[in-house]
């Protein structure tokens, strides 16, 4: 498969911008669903790690979580499906201190934190791309293949 | 070649079966797994059940593709004749392919469970311990070749790994002497495009003897190489075969008819993300189209565990649409608005087939076409079907039937099933094959079993406008169905939609499981092996 926009230098981009922009009918747009990903709306902040859970309790989103401490109150940050799976899982113990990146959403009137990137221990991980879409360790070591010496 | 209606002997061919699963893969000696992956192939079986010969393309696109796709010229592992390789109690049994490719399957052997609908189709799951998946497996008409109008649609994974949906349609000549069309794309990493054009010089190679042929060209954002194999005049599977990307699918005819708002009628639509991908899956109904718009409907969605059950949905619809000032037959979409904000589907890729078709049942002229759909949401790369809704009569819904389900189960597993059952008076009872390859679903139990589903579907309160039935803990009357195997029961929150008596979906909605599966009525298993 060829890639229609990925890994092409800027002015490549617009070149192909400017000459298949007559096949291209329309980009399509949505309202933002329960779990959008707006990497506009990205926040960080730092926290303790109070739990690991490999799976879910009852009620919270498919695949892993941290349950997160603040100076606020506590967090459920969902990992997905990969999280804490294969190679480039995150490493974390209950205990360590964090830093995460991702969206906070509301799904059945409790806050969920999607996270996109972990920090700990100077270890960037990786857990979902910039649309939300969870990675898997074959897809985070593609993309650490295509930022290498670029960090995440 | 003896095997081959209108090759052989023509008073008693050898039967030819065209088979795809998709799911996900244990074995791969990459070491990242499970990932995703696909199979398509063709397999000659005769009335006894010994496997004559065939041919297969595999696919993970992580390291394990089909040996002779690497090259330029896609070439598929072949299946070895054997003895007793199907072998069926009512329809039930087994299917052991042994082929020449050592990375697939069992040291090259593969066993597939099998449950016949009718003689011609049965749904199938992989079931020897390396990989679980669902799939069908249906009689070929050879030879046959593209040639028409065609929709399409694949689910797989993109370069990047990441889940990826494309469909369309196109419209080729004999053995692609012409090739032109559009398709739209949902790519986990890049985004969504519609109305992207096929380029000039696709190159479609003529369908060898199992009714396998590739095509090359389709340009960015689409497989290099995609292998067709050949069910039908109107209906091929396809496989992407590149070794850095996965996905499958299929084409459908489009006949002659010219299609219009007016060609969508009140319909039900089912579709899921691939196993490794965001996970969800989704059904629902649409009542009374008329001139692009939908007033009413009812759907369902479970996306990684966040459940919107039986929620409203209106919406619009446009059928036909010209790219580049170019109208494509049957090239449409549809928005989904939902009087719940948290239903996450709005926008679908609507690609109209031959009202002659059945989506599910290439061989059976019933079902009135539909479309084939891709789900053009961010971030939720997803493949379907829209098949029309002719009869939400209850009393219907009885009788033999064969039944599937692709399971996604709690974070990273899967398991699949095919079964039969009976729905007599309002109460469904089935038994089924269960591969359950990464051993999560029961604990250490048996990565393939023998299951049974049990469960009373209750009609909801206007059944009769949606088609609607519920198996829910949450039921004033408890009533989820049950699965068990080995005498452990687990319970699953489902909902069924009816399309007519024949032709039903079900869809599980539980924050620990998503399914997503066919219920069809049974015909005749009389000469299988």
Request: proline share 5%.
């Amino acid at each position: 498969m060829k890639r229609l926009i990925a890994g092409l230098p800027m002015c490549a981009l617009v070149y192909f911008a400017l000459i298949l922009s007559p096949l291209r009918a329309e980009t399509v747009s949505k309202p933002a669903g329960p779990l959008s990903y707006d990497i506009s709306k990205e926040v960080t902040f730092n926290a303790t790690v109070s739990s690991v859970l490999a799976k879910p309790n009852r009620g919270m989103l498919m695949g892993s979580h941290l349950l997160l401490s603040t100076g606020t109150g506590s967090i459920d940050a969902s990992l997905g499906s990969f999280g804490l799976q294969g190679k480039g899982a995150v490493s974390v113990v209950a205990g360590q201190q964090v830093q995460v990146i991702g969206v906070l959403k509301s799904l059945k009137n409790k806050p969920v934190f999607l996270t996109r990137i972990v920090r700990v221990n100077g270890e960037s991980y990786a857990i979902r791309n910039q649309r939300g879409v969870v990675l898997s360790p074959e897809a985070r070591e593609r993309l650490s293949r295509k930022t290498a010496g670029g960090g995440l | 070649m003896a095997f081959l209606a209108g090759c052989g002997s023509s008073a008693n061919p050898t039967p030819v079966y065209a088979y795809s699963v998709s799911g996900l893969e244990m074995s791969n000696p990459q070491g990242n797994g499970p990932y995703y992956y696909a199979i398509a192939g063709s397999v000659a079986i005769d009335n006894q059940g010994n496997v004559v010969g065939g041919e297969q393309d595999f696919n993970d696109g992580a390291g394990n593709t089909s040996p002779g796709d690497a090259g330029a010229t896609p070439t598929p592992d072949t299946i070895q004749a054997a003895s007793a390789a199907l072998v069926l109690t009512n329809g039930q049994g087994t299917l052991t392919l042994t082929t020449n490719n050592p990375n697939v399957g069992v040291n090259g052997v593969e066993t597939f469970g099998v449950q016949f609908v009718n003689q011609k189709h049965a749904l199938i799951v992989q079931y020897d311990g390396t990989a679980t998946s669902s799939g069908s497996l249906d009689l070929q008409t050879l030879p046959n070749q593209l040639n028409g109008s065609y929709a399409f649609a694949m689910n797989g994974m993109d370069p990047d790994y990441e889940p990826v949906a494309f469909g369309g349609v196109f419209t080729t000549g004999s053995n692609g002497s012409t090739f032109s069309g559009v398709y739209d794309e949902n790519d986990g990493d890049n985004g969504i495009s519609t109305g992207n054009l096929f380029p000039d010089g696709v190159a479609i190679s003529a369908p060898d003897s199992y009714g396998r042929g590739y095509i090359t060209g389709l340009g960015e954002g689409v497989p290099t190489s995609i292998v067709y194999y050949v069910v039908g005049a109107e209906v091929a599977r396809l496989i992407d075969v590149d070794t850095t990307d996965a996905g499958l699918g299929s084409a459908f005819g489009q006949g002659s008819t010219t299609y219009s708002n007016g060609s969508v009628t009140s319909s039900i639509f089912a579709l899921q993300s691939n196993s490794h991908g965001n996970l969800y899956a989704a059904a629902g109904q649409i009542t009374s189209p008329a001139g692009g718009v939908y007033q009413s409907g009812i759907a369902d969605e479970d996306e990684q565990g966040f459940v919107q059950g039986g929620v409203g949905i209106s919406g619009t619809y446009s059928i036909s649409n010209a790219v580049n000032e170019s109208t494509y037959n049957g090239y449409g979409n549809l928005q989904i608005s939902s009087e719940d904000e948290d239903f996450d589907i709005a926008n679908l890729g609507v690609y109209m087939t031959d009202p002659s078709l059945n989506l599910s049942d290439p061989n059976n002229s019933t079902g009135g076409g539909g479309a084939l759909l891709v789900d053009l949401d961010d971030g939720i790369p997803g493949a379907g079907i829209l098949v029309p809704q002719t009869d939400t009569t209850a009393a219907d819904f009885t009788g033999n039937y064969a039944f599937g389900a692709q399971e996604y189960w709690c974070d990273f597993c899967e398991f699949d099933v095919a079964g039969q059952g009976t729905m007599t008076a309002g109460a469904f009872s089935g038994s089924g094959l269960l591969s359950a390859p990464d051993g999560y679903v029961f604990g250490d139990g048996p990565t393939e079993s023998t299951a049974t589903l049990t469960g009373t579907p209750l009609a909801d309160s206007n059944e009769s406008t949606t088609g609607r039935y519920t198996l829910m803990t949450e039921n004033e009357t408890e009533n989820p169905l049950i699965l068990t195997v080995a005498q452990d029961p687990v319970d699953f929150d489902v909902v069924i939609y009816q399309a007519s008596g024949t032709q039903l979906f079900w869809l599980n909605e539980d924050d620990y499981s998503i399914f997503l599966g066919p219920i069809q009525q049974q015909g005749s298993l009389a000469t299988l092996p």
